[in-house]
């Protein structure tokens, strides 16, 4: 025996794959074939990812420039004995290094939920019988049963098929259940459109039929997807990538001052173990101790706002991401849409009425789209056309904690809806119209028809409802608004139905007649002779948050694409009243979006598609493959994409994306084990608000970086002057620490709490080949830390002369002057900390206390620094001692001149931006 790929048998007949598998369609397999399949396939589960153990991935937590600096710095104070200012900087790497770690997700997680979707039990025919067996168990050649209401157990190739229809949303995307059948189809036909396939996983709503399993586990379409999903890259974030780059270049820089530094002074003949000193302490004061906290700590905030606007972060960097977000590739159905059918136009009459609300609820409202129309309530022909759709129906709607559900086919959850918004209660009119007899939908046929009682006549109603050929080829007569019978004029309602498919609604035809009395049961030869009540046209809705979110993120410069499995035509109606359009074209909610189609995406190359990608605005008709190629190639074009979606055929690219949006309450586990964010409300309008967090989140890492590398600049830069001029050290290593360590948390991190500003979301994205900072930010950072030296090694040097004037020895001339130069570091950082609020304006336009932890923060600060001065034990500790006020106003000066210099540098930009506005000065400017 040899097993085909998927890829061919629906283009061959049942008959011959049932050869081709070895297999009797009436007995199945035997036994002893049944164990020579059994041990060649294995049993029918997805294989879960090799992943990294929980050892590696800890260790590859410290796998990080940044981190590496750091872990020297420890090594170094360790080897100087500062065993406590060695154990806080390594506590500050495993802290960060444990955070990540919880924070991480495996793709082995994401497989390991695709496994329990496929697990099920099935009703397979071997040696003859029928039996119930588990899923897992089945193998190709086995024939199954498949009834309304299972799950699909394997893949399957159809060879006996009566009226079913499968729900195959999760892994295509097509809104509703598909009609399925026996017939051969075409060869490159594409996954959607393989009526005579059932695929694992998907969900039997409707009628039976009999199948052929010919792919198990890792085989079948889903297992595909599970290979797809661990095949996406695990890109880095946009902040990781800058943070990396940034360290790898404080690295060099680092280590290249303190090896100048060493030569210099052992060129001028200071003694090596000084000058080795000297470039610890230059080493020690460049590294930004506090960064990697700094990053965890704005993240996590970030991550507690977005969980308040219902946004689940489940990878910490997930928070930055989305605020570089350059383009967000939306999934339709779920997603977009409510995915729920509903009736949005209604022909009856010679009236065209527009249905208004969402979903299977009773709210909204019906009218005319002319104001020549009469109402609803005055044209008969509309309101049979809704009765029409309410009792020739086998479903029911019902409401499950505050949301209305169908309980069967969504087609006629949208037809009971449209009835309910005109007054036409189920329960109410089935009772006053009891149904007698029905014949159920079949595939054959193309209609459903349903027999009742007449409400105030002995005759009996017959309402049939179905696809336009079916029904309109047996009517003869058509009912006006006065509910007089008129000849069918075909070519108007023809004119209807091409006026709804444009709109990519899905229409269905309603009609009737009237049966005799005493009529007790119906078949096919009784429907004939019918009168035309109308039309009814239906498409899964665009969420109406959608519209205003997806016109948001194109405010903010966020392109947002539709990429879907469903229709073309019906994805490109949706688009349009969304909103969608593509990047650099010239359409309108009117004209509609570019749409490209899984066939000709397939027909591009590489090259081509990165350029077409970002340009089309919706892609239609795509399998897992090409939605993770399409994310691919707008990554190739150098964008920051965003890709949302619930489906199981959404995961690998949800994994691929730079974040993964998954839907919380009606996605897969799958799609939200891929993700790196989850939607607790299934509102693609929470994306805006992730946005605008994410945006707010890198404005308050951009504004630490500027606040504290000043501090570690001008640090080096007095040691540096220290040595060229022959000078003792300003400060020392472990005063260096100090100052770091607990600035870095009592200032700098007041920033991760800073309010988001109020333009933030009037911005375009970030370039993402921007560096983290920008030259005006460099030149300020450059500007402040020049204050420090000259602030620091001029107070020091005064404070030299003055112990010298009290007559104090070496040591405590040294140590009095070194509290100075601390302190003037530290209160400089104070003051500067107001600067950096905002990057480009003043505190004051901010709100002065509108970021109360500032000032808790400076306040607690200023404390510690009072006791670093005058407190004994501290004095003992970090080498310090009291100072006098004729220190401390030297060193207020010295900060308040640093807050009006900064302030006044950000005043002129501001100025000049206003009175030359063609000149655009970029945030951070």
Not at 127 to 147: A, N
Not at 646 to 655: M, S, Y
Not at 808 to 837: G, I
């Amino acid at each position: 025996m040899e097993v085909l790929g998927g890829e061919h048998l629906h283009s061959l007949p049942a008959d011959e794959v049932l050869e081709l598998l070895g297999t009797d369609p009436e007995a199945g397999l035997d036994i002893l074939e049944l164990e020579t399949r059994q041990a060649r396939f294995g049993p029918n589960l997805i294989p879960a990812a090799r992943g990294h153990g929980p050892l590696l991935r800890f260790l590859l937590q410290f796998h990080t420039p940044l981190v590496y600096i750091l872990l020297a710095a420890a090594a170094i104070t360790a080897v100087l004995h500062e065993w406590v200012d060695s154990g806080v900087i390594f506590g500050v790497v495993l802290v960060n290094a444990v955070i990540g770690f919880l924070q991480e997700s495996s793709a082995a997680k994401a497989l390991a939920a695709l496994a329990q979707t496929t697990l099920t039990e099935a009703s397979v025919f071997r040696s003859g019988e029928m039996r119930r067996i588990s899923s897992t168990e089945l193998v190709p050649g086995d024939i199954v049963l498949l009834q309304s209401g299972d799950k699909v157990p394997a893949d399957l190739r159809l060879f006996r098929c009566r009226d079913l229809q499968v729900d195959e949303s999760a892994l295509t995307g097509e809104s509703v259940a598909v009609n399925k059948h026996v017939d051969v189809v075409a060869a490159d036909a594409p996954l959607a459109e393989r009526r005579n396939l059932a695929f694992t996983s998907t969900l039997v709503t409707f009628g039976q039929a009999r199948g052929v399993v010919f792919a198990t586990g890792a085989n079948t379409e889903v297992g595909h997807i599970s290979k797809l999903i661990s095949t996406a890259d695990v890109l880095e974030t946009p902040l990781t990538r800058k943070i990396a780059k940034f360290s790898r270049l404080l690295l060099v820089v680092i280590l290249g001052l303190a090896g100048i530094t060493f030569l210099v002074g052992w060129i001028r003949g200071q003694p090596a173990f000084e000058m080795f000193m000297a470039a610890v302490a230059l080493a020690v004061g460049a590294i930004p101790e506090g960064l990697p906290a700094a990053v965890t700590i704005t993240l996590s905030i970030g991550v507690a706002r977005m969980a308040r606007r219902r946004a689940i972060i489940r990878k910490l960097p997930a928070v930055e991401t989305l605020g570089s977000t350059t383009i967000v590739c939306s999934d339709k159905t779920g997603t977009l849409t409510v995915n729920q059918m509903t009736v949005s136009e209604i022909a009856a009459g010679g009236t065209r009425y527009e249905v208004s609300g969402s979903g299977y609820g009773p709210d909204g409202e019906i009218g005319a789209t002319s104001e020549h129309g009469p109402p609803l309530v005055e044209n008969t022909a509309a309101s049979e056309c809704l009765l029409a759709g309410l009792l020739c129906n086998d479903s029911a709607v019902v409401e499950k904690a505050g949301r209305w559900e169908v309980q069967g086919d969504p087609t006629e959850g949208a037809l009971i809806a449209s009835a309910a918004k005109a007054g036409f209660g189920h329960k109410t009119w089935m009772t006053r119209r009891r149904r007698i007899d029905v014949i159920p939908f079949e595939s054959q046929y193309q209609y459903m028809a349903s027999l009742h009682e007449g409400e105030s006549t002995p005759q009996k109603r017959l309402y049939v409802k179905g696809a336009a050929e079916a029904v309109l080829s047996k009517s003869l007569t058509m009912l006006d608004a006065q509910g007089q019978r008129l000849p069918l004029d075909a070519a108007v309602v023809q004119r209807q139905l091409e006026s709804m498919a444009a709109k990519g609604l899905r229409v269905l035809v309603l009609a009737s007649a009237d049966l005799p009395g005493d009529t007790r049961s119906i078949n096919h030869a009784d429907v004939r002779e019918l009168t035309f009540l109308g039309l009814q046209g239906m498409i899964d809705p665009p969420r109406p948050e959608a519209i205003r979110a997806v016109e948001a993120c194109q405010s903010a410069g966020i392109h947002v694409k539709m990429i879907t499995g469903d229709h073309a035509l019906t994805a490109q109606a949706i688009a349009r009243q969304i909103g969608v359009n593509g990047r650099g074209d010239d359409a309108t909610r009117s004209e509609g979006p570019l749409v490209l189609t899984g066939r000709e995406l397939a027909e591009l190359s590489d090259a081509e598609l990165i350029g077409t990608a970002d340009q089309v605005g919706v892609f239609a008709r795509v399998t897992p493959e090409q939605k993770l190629r399409l994310v691919r190639a707008l990554q190739a074009g150098g964008q920051i994409v965003a890709m949302t979606g619930d489906g199981v055929n959404d995961a690998p690219a949800l994994k691929q994306a730079d974040i993964g949006v998954a839907m919380g309450v009606t996605g897969t586990e799958v799609a939200k084990e891929a993700a790196d964010m989850v939607l607790t409300d299934d509102n693609f309008a929470t994306i805006e608000a992730a946005v605008e967090e994410g945006r707010g989140v890198f404005d308050n890492l951009t504004k630490f970086i500027v606040w504290t590398l000043p501090t570690n600049m001008g640090e080096g830069l007095v040691i540096l002057a220290a040595i060229f001029t022959g000078a003792t050290l300003p400060i020392l290593p472990v005063q260096i620490l100090w100052i770091n360590m607990t600035t870095a948390v009592l200032l700098g991190l007041m920033l991760a709490f800073e309010p988001k500003e109020t333009d933030i979301m009037q911005r375009p994205p970030r370039d993402p080949g921007a560096p983290i900072l920008t030259g005006v930010l460099i030149g300020r950072i450059l500007l402040v830390s020049l204050i420090m030296l000259a602030g620091a090694f001029g107070s020091f040097d005064w404070a030299l002369g003055k112990g010298a004037e009290w007559g104090l020895d070496k040591a405590a001339s040294d140590a009095h002057a070194r509290t100075v130069a601390v302190n003037v570091f530290v209160m400089v950082e104070v003051f500067y900390l107001f600067n950096c609020r905002s990057l480009t304006k003043s505190m004051f336009q901010l709100g002065v206390f509108s970021n109360l932890w500032v000032w808790a923060g400076a306040g607690s600060m200023v404390t510690l620094q009072l006791l670093f001065t005058y407190s004994p034990f501290m004095n003992r500790f970090f080498h310090s001692e009291p100072i006098g006020w004729d220190a401390w106003w030297r060193i207020l000066l010295t900060a308040l001149m640093t807050y009006l210099i900064v302030g006044l540098e950000k005043w002129i930009r501001r100025k000049w931006a206003f009175r030359y506005p063609g000149i655009r000065v970029k945030h951070g400017a």
